[in-house]
């Protein structure tokens, strides 16, 4: 198995070049050149996460051996996620939601951040890469944490996180800010999320300070969801919650459903469409915005059109106006068509928008639902059935709800649970009438009042815990301050 850019059919690298890499010379996305097919999906009723896993990594990691795929597999999901099955797949009156929450940072990126870095490391040793590899993340909270927990003590890589000072929530700043590990720097910058964001952008456009890295022994990668060693991890679970409908007597045998994804940068959903090309039964996927609506859009009218202002919602690891993945699937329908998909971004990159004609989009269905919406079924699913959801998860029920309203498709529906509530206590406080106590602590503890589950233990001990990272630095001086830090210079990151 080998992988080709959705800019350039000519160029064909193995996986581990493609995860070295990242994305692709010419500013492509690499894939996979043909989707490998799951034998006997129905023989694998019962199996365990890992080796569900196993199975689906190694139909795309073809220049991994066994015995590295397994140990990385191993040291990914092992006692850190607080569910023995690693996913739990839990059935309401409605729907079925996969809580894919169970690992450290409390947030679905786990899932693929746990496995990455091992990946990455194997990689990086079987290539014999001699530089260091640094790591650089722009966060508006969730990714920032689940990179610092993936790679922390990993050989040959450091990583520098950057967040905005006053942009995250009490919980993200205490989950970042206490995170242990000889190889990670954490910086709070004086500035937006987009302050943030366009400087680790402008490091990596800028050839002179690389330059200096590289002398220096450093390389910049990058580990943002584009990156194939992160998407590939992400079809196993379709895999299992489907295994589970069936081994539970919810489904019968190649029974079809659907799944609904609560969508921002379109790589969780694409790994159910790789999953379904893979032979698993899906009548439907839908994809589920919050107020930055462009996908709906998208899916509605064939338009993508991120010339509008980014909203700041409840659901902010969706706040985003450009879904790097969807690139994948419009390369993917159009039968590997490189010159649309080259067309198509060039139109996005220079008037913010373009329109997609003669592709066939059906498989997939999008809408959105505002704030109120995300509140009111957040209270709805805890009134009638003590199930407390994440914004994230709501905004996937809700237009599920919507979806089936519309429809009557009544196909049974995964819902791609995303987070822990407790890591939004806020609103899920608001949402079903509770007054707000003052503090994201104090709020996770009224929660756990009200909730069947518990706060997940790495959320709880935060505050017990030392703050390790505390600088704070303006934007001119985060190129120098990353520089100093690598070379050991600041000890204070
Ligand atoms: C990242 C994230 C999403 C969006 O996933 P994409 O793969 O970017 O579409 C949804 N929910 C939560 C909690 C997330 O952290």
Redesign the pocket.
Known sequence: MNYTSTRDNNISIASMDAIIKGISDEGGLFVPEYIPQIPNLNSLIGIDYLSLAFKVLSLFLTDYNEEDLKSALNKAYDKEFSHDGIVDLVKTKEAFFLEL?HGPTS???DMALQIMPHLLSVALKDKEIKEKIVILVATSG??GKAALEGFKDIEGIEVVVLYPNKGVSDIQKAQMQTQRGNNLHVLAINGNFDDAQNEVKSIFSDKAYKKVLLDKGFRLSSAN?INIGRLIPQITYYFYGYLKMLENNEIGENEKINIA?????????LAAYYAKEMGLPVNHLICASNDNNVLTDFFNKGIYDKNRDLLLTS?P??D?LI?S?LERFIYHISGSDEKLVNQKMKELRESGTYTLEGVNTSLISGDYINEEEVSYWIKKLYKEEAYVM?P?TSVAYGVYQKYKKETHDNHKTLIAS??SPYKFPLKVLSSIGLAYPGDDFLAMERLEEENKSKIPSKLKELKNLKSLHKLVVDKEDIKPTIMEILEGGNKND
Do not use: L, Y
């Open positions: 929450f947030a679905f990126k969730d990714t969801s994804v609560p969508t921002g940068n379109f790589g969780n959903i659901s690891s969706m985003i879904s993945n994440d994230h995303t987070a």
